[in-house]
């Protein structure tokens, strides 16, 4: 069932829900009479006690006028009541107030204060706060939806990322083992040609082959040491085996062999930030999720091949930092940065932000041209 609407929503019924709450004086007859002058179609709940006013709101009014002050049931503890229940509800106040009263009425949020002598201002000011509320509503509901798209999207995205990342892993243990182990049985079976032939290289044809032989075994090397990157690459099985540390370790150390910018890893746990890795900060570490871990992992990943293939610095750093119920990674260099505003479009940063929004994080990225490029990661750790 669709929750209760207020009429002017409701286009089966247009008039307009009015709580009208009365002083007991005769302000309250005043206005009544001035709304029905007005030609508003409107339907009024004309009340003078807070348990009739808080029935009278179990209809979802449209606008409550008060013409009570501090008398009756005081219109600031009406305000306060029907706004507890329906946050954006317009509330005019209307009488003769002394001006301690008006700042009072303005200070608890009242949409308008009319006077008794300007009555004719009241559909317009009613007019304007529905309106402002249909609005304030309108944008709520848009803002409910496009949220609500946000997650069911970032649901997706996890979704595909999860089905992906098994797949890289299944694949990835392919290639490792079974590629790998055939490769290596080819290497043993050169091995053992060369084995054989040792000692012959005296008859011209047998040195030829053991140079070809000698050559085949290291074009045989480095395959298996591009199967073993290639399948490193797809899921680093260190991270699987060993956790977050040692694959930043091992990511840093690769990317450290290719040549350009030189890359630094500090590890830390909150009052010791800032060690080397290798002092083993990581052991006060509180355990991550997997999911956390992998994704920390392809932000540094991608950040990494950012500053490779776009930085042009000579250095880089990797910070990771642990405190109770905070996490902090950092990654960061000294090249060529950019302007926000030329940056060209990529999908790298735009993973990034995904992978980040996902677990609830925050991130920050600083680039200015000619002062390099770093990325903030902030996560609060349950
Ligand atoms: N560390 C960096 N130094 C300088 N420029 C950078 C750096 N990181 C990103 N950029 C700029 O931001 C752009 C967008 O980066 P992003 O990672 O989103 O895409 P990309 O690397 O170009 O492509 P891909 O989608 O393959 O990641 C880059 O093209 C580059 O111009
Ligand atoms: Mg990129």
Not at 317 to 332: A, F, K, R, W
Request: hydrophobic letters at 40%; aromatic letters at 4%.
């Amino acid at each position: 069932m669709s929750p209760a609407q207020p009429a002017h929503e409701n286009p089966a019924h247009a008039a307009l829900h009015i709580i009208l709450l009365d002083d007991g004086a005769d302000r309250a007859t005043d206005i009544e009479g001035a709304l029905a002058s007005f030609h508003i179609d409107f339907q009024l709940s004309r009340v003078d006690r807070r348990i009739h006013f808080l029935s009278a709101l179990a209809d979802p009014p449209d606008a409550v006028i008060s013409a009570s002050i501090a008398g009756g049931y005081p219109g600031l503890d009406a305000l306060r009541a029907a706004r507890a229940l329906y946050p954006e509800l317009p509330f005019i106040f209307c009488g003769t107030p002394t001006d301690a009263e008006a700042v009072a009425a303005w200070r608890a949020g009242a949409d308008d204060y009319i006077f008794l002598d300007e009555l004719d201002r009241m559909p317009a000011a009613l007019e304007r706060a529905v309106a402002r509320r249909i609005m304030r509503a309108r944008n709520a509901r848009r803002a409910e939806e496009i949220e609500g798209l946000n997650r069911e999207l970032l649901q997706l995205v996890r979704h595909v990322d999860g089905v992906r990342d098994e797949e890289k892993k299944r694949l990835a243990r392919e290639i490792h083992d079974q590629l790998g182990q055939e490769l290596t049985a080819h290497k043993l079976g050169l091995y053992w040609i060369q084995r054989e032939l040792a000692g012959r290289e005296d008859a011209p044809l047998f040195r030829r082959v053991l140079d070809k032989l000698s050559e085949l075994i290291d074009l045989n090397s480095t395959t298996i040491a591009t199967v073993r990157s290639i399948a490193h690459q797809m899921r680093p099985v260190v991270l699987d085996e060993m956790g977050l540390v040692p694959a930043l370790e091992s990511l840093v150390r690769d990317f450290n062999r290719q040549g350009g910018a030189l890359c630094g890893l500090r590890v830390g746990s909150g009052k010791d930030a800032g060690q080397d890795a290798n002092q083993d900060a990581s052991d006060n570490f509180a355990p991550l999720s997997p999911a956390l871990e992998t994704d920390l992992f392809r932000i540094a990943q991608e950040a990494l091949t950012n500053i490779g293939r776009h930085s042009k610095g000579q250095h880089a750093y990797i910070q990771l930092t642990q405190s109770p119920g905070d996490l902090l990674l950092e990654i960061g260099d000294d090249g060529v940065g950019y302007a926000t505003e030329d940056r060209p479009f990529g999908l790298g940063l735009i993973g990034i932000r995904e992978r980040i929004r996902a677990h609830g994080g925050q991130i920050e990225i600083d680039s200015t041209p000619g002062r390099g490029t770093s990325i903030r990661v902030r996560m609060q750790l349950d």
